[in-house]
């Protein structure tokens, strides 16, 4: 949607101007001619003057619009990206592209800040979401686009946005990993997933092309830093552009079977041109064949949905399979219609241009290819993780050209479709009589294209590996598990650049040194094994020149940046990536006429004395963190008289000038109103949208507070201070650190004493504190291992593996946590959450941040150190002293805030089957909830539940607090009254949440027929109370309060879990 906009009498003029939509459809909008009696005939939104026809539903959703728009371009936001915000305009503008586009550019053109980059890996899991599973007619490559643009500046975004993605092709693909056929099955939404994985892994792997010549530019004066962060930019973009554009696919395959020495006479053309020419003749002839089914076929399909032209290779063949060995019945050999496409093999009942139905698939990256040796001539094995197909060719030599397509598909060099894998090229060359050491090809990976391959496949590896122990281990017998699990977690082949990807791309990098395999624990359930892992990670090693000093503290982003710069230790070096493309947006669908070298990364020679890494009087430091541009460092951009009549706040007026973003006229308009808010009163009573004063306030994020060198009076410490290369060492955690022969611990204080801590832990951790444990494991280390780093940090991670457990409902929880906890910080309301990390790798697998000092309640019951008689508020006076002293009242003002801050998300969010063992206590008399497979009103029993309460508020818990007169019974009350009112004040982005991600959900809490539908959404809105007058919020939270205390179903449920699980109360 193009927007010209001119100044005249100091009023801003906007005039909007028809386009096509990126699909090549009908235009995006219609043109603002008054003479149009289409225009006529439209509806008038909420910023003009309303039609009688318009509901007050219609009025109170466009002036939710008109107060995104205002929050995001023109309200000050002090230099940051309301990512929430951002993420509500495009889903309430998700059938409009211009306008999805646009916010995309806007979002890509701020990411190299710190915290725009972590508000976009926050709501990851709904951009994810709305990138698989949004119908709107037009190309979803916008958003794909944009997700490619912002993986080019992680490689840890790019990770987690693949685990998202194999989760998701899990749900949609043809048939189960049991061989039965999927009923989720969604052709669309399988090959979106596939598509984007591949997409993500060519983004990584070829990485910004001119990133290095860029910062070279910057280093030597010749860029400024606005035209530095600008051009990189613009590279990533048109580097998403190529990587998604497939229109030269077919015309790179014929190259490269030329290259290749494969004859093309042997090969059968087939062009499809189009939708109509298939359907016509799949109708002229429904159950025809081809007519030599066993010849393999070329061929280039327009895609339906996008006109894109997508290469294949297919052809007929008789196959088995070995997914289903529970049945007895021997398999026959049947005959399948098999496709290569997308690194996909795709198997159909038979062609699929003559109306066959897709039956199986299977993902071919990593992927074995092998001649089989069997009763039938010409067989081969195609294998994965969950597959095993045996194959049957019609010649020699139709085996051996289907073993090299499929071995080049599941190859790092078959990153670009169809390509020869390594072993194949050297084949051929030994054919054509090549020197056989020489490895180069047109077609290879470069050294650091290889590099960064490397690191991609192993870490979702070794993350695969560590999953798959916990799922080995669920098939043993329990009382063998522990005894096997350290062999097993021994045999786990740890990458040279691995981490635990339990983290955001701006935490502090920890390299995965070696895994402590006898301190693995493991949980014996029925269902389940979940493990415990312990790794020694390292900080400060280094990176990239070695002239630069080494930063511990160095994030995972910038550490995989440094060591990924480097450019190929070559003669020649990247000059150009389509410095002559025309004009580029995020929601281009390219040109597939181009010319033959358009887009391609050229390589020029270099003379011997090129010097590569040139040295200056710079900061070494402010070069290597050159993958952020930090808000306060940032320069303003100078306004030119033609912008400066825009109205917005600093970053739009900026985003607006640098780029060749073009205006939606929905975005337009609305910038056009003075407030963006409605502020007109219906039958003397505002809606809650009007009526909240606040409901679209920022959020931002918080995150784990920092320790830096903390030291207290009661606590002893092995030095004051330490640092690295002047570079001071902080942790987001407690724990503690090896540096030469030093020990650190880091420990939050809070007025529990050191006596009173080692009271709690000697019965809530068994003696040892996690700092003390991993200051043991280290130094156990270091003596009885290798001789680590003396000038390199050492220390402790720790985290849960799990299999048979589907995660991402959790994540999503968990992310719910993490919101409601941010709006309670940024009210002042000091209630305490602990938000911990969960990642969810697959449908069945995932790991978890582990909670370390703290234990069950149902742990805690059973201890032979907890008190016989007076229940929790004993165990309070026993380990933190008399009801007056210092240290109880500190512990009891943790156990009050936590109750608080739990009983507020338990009651917002719906969380059931709290029972005992799914409510911990740490060290410092913090109560902490976990596992939430019951969320949003979702429970055990379903509408049979015992769990009528709004949340767990028993007697031992009213005894901590002193009593339900006490005033820390008051203070608990204030507390939750005042939360949620706060979170009533921020009920529309926490709404907006839950409705991205119910939308086509698969969560068990947003389907079925007692869930799905909006029925969720309806009762989170609901427990919201916005449906009730200020005046009398107090006094519903306060009834819920009086409703909660020791209910009676609290109890039964209780019991009810002790009885069937064991869990005490």
Known sequence: MAVSVERNNNMTAVQTTQIESPAGGAPATKPTNSNNPAKKQQPQPSYAKQQPSASPATRKHEEFKNQLVHDVFGRDNKGRVPMEKVTMLIWQFRDDPAVVQFMAQFVARFSGSRSTYDGIEFYLPQIAHMIIHLEADWDEAILERFALVIAQQSQHFALQLTWILEGAIEDYQPETVEGKPNPGYNQLFYHRCITLLSNIERCVVYGSPRSMELQRMYEKGDISRDEYEQMKLEDRLNNAKQITTHGANFRNLMQRMKDTKISLPDLKLERKKGREKESATAASSPTSAPSDPGSPTLMTATSNDKGKQISKYGGTLLYKRRARTALYKPKRWKSRYFEIEERMLYCYNFQPSYGGQLRRAMPLEGATVEEFEGKYPFMFVVRNHHFEYIIRAKSEKDMSLWIRLLRGESEANALIPHILSTDEMFQEKKE?????????????????????????????????????????????????????????????????????????????????????????????????????????????????????????????????????????????????????????????????????????????????????????????????????????????????????????????????????????????????????????????????????????????????????????????????????????????????????????????????????????????????????????????????????????????????????????????????????????????????????????????????????????????????????????????????????????????????????????????????????????????????????????????????SMERAPFKLTKDYIDVMGGPFSEGFKEFQKLFVDGLKAARSNSLNALGLVEIMMYKSNYPCFSGTRYGGGVSLKRFEKRLMLDVPDNKVEIKARKLIKTSINHAGTKLYDVFQFHSNGYAY
């Open 432 to 944: 054509t009589g090549e020197d056989e050491t020489k490895k180069s090809s047109p077609n290879t990976l470069t050294r650091s294209q290889a590099a960064r391959y490397e690191f991609f496949r192993n870490e979702r590896d070794f993350v695969a590996a560590v999953c798959d122990v916990a799922e080995v281990l669920r098939f043993r017998e329990p009382s063998d598990r522990k005894k096997v699990a350290p062999g097993l977690v021994s045999d786990i082949k740890l990458p040279p650049c691995g981490y635990v990807p339990l983290c955001k791309s701006t935490d502090i990098w920890r390299r995965v040194d070696s895994v402590m395999a006898s301190e693995t624990r493991v949980f014996n359930t029925n269902e389940r094994c979940p493990m415990i892992y312990y790794f020694i990670a390292n900080r400060g090693e280094p990176v990239g020149s070695t002239l630069e000093p080494r930063n511990p503290n160095l994030d995972v982003a910038e550490y995989l940046h440094t060591l990924f710069k480097v450019p190929d230790l070559e003669n020649r070096r990247l000059t150009s990536i389509g410095e002559h493309a025309d004009e580029l947006q995020l929601g281009d669908s390219g040109d597939d006429s181009d010319d033959k070298d358009k887009g391609e990364v050229k390589v020029e020679e270099q003379d011997e004395d090129y010097d590569e890494f040139e040295l200056t009087m710079e900061d070494p430091t402010e070069r290597q963190n050159s993958v952020w541009s930090e808000d306060s460092k940032s320069s303003k951009s100078f306004l030119s008289s033609s912008m400066k009549g825009i109205k917005g706040n600093q970053q739009f007026r900026e985003f607006m000038q640098e780029s060749f973003a073009k205006m939606p006229s929905k975005i337009a308009t609305r910038m056009t109103r003075p407030d963006g808010r409605a502020q007109s009163k219906r039958g003397g009573r505002m809606s809650y949208l009007d009526r909240n004063s606040a409901p679209l306030l920022n959020v931002p994020i918080i995150d784990t507070p920092i320790i830096e060198n903390a030291n207290d009076d009661d606590y002893d410490s092995a030095a004051d201070s330490l640092s690295l290369d002047g570079q001071s060492i902080i942790s987001a955690g407690t724990g503690s650190i090896v540096f030469g022969d030093t020990v650190k611990k880091f420990e939050h204080h809070d007025g529990v004493s050191k006596e009173s801590l080692d009271r709690a832990k000697a019965v809530v951790c068994g003696g040892e504190s996690w700092a003390e444990q991993s200051a043991r494991m280290l130094q156990s280390a270091k003596n009885e291992g290798e001789e680590k780093d003396s000038s390199t940090l050492h220390e402790m991670v720790t985290m849960m593996a799990k299999s048979n457990d589907d995660l991402r409902q959790e994540v999503f929880v968990m992310q719910m946590i993490h919101y409601f906890e941010s709006v309670f910080a940024k009210a002042n309301i000091p209630v305490w959450l602990k938000t911990y990390r969960i990642l969810s790798t697959s449908k069945s697998t995932g790991m978890l941040e582990f909670l370390t000092d703290a234990t069950s309640i149902d742990s805690l019951y059973k201890s032979d150190k907890f008190p016989k008689v007076g229940g929790l508020r004993a165990y309070f006076e026993e380990v933190y002293g008399s009801p007056t002293s210092k240290c109880f009242l500190a512990a009891q003002r943790n156990f009050i805030r936590s109750l608080a801050g739990y009983s507020l998300v338990a009651y917002l969010l719906g969380l059931k089957d709290r029972h005992n063992g799914n409510i911990m206590i740490d060290t410092r008399g913090h109560i902490i909830h976990i596992d939430f497979g019951f969320a949003f009103g979702m429970a055990p029993g379903h509408e049979w």
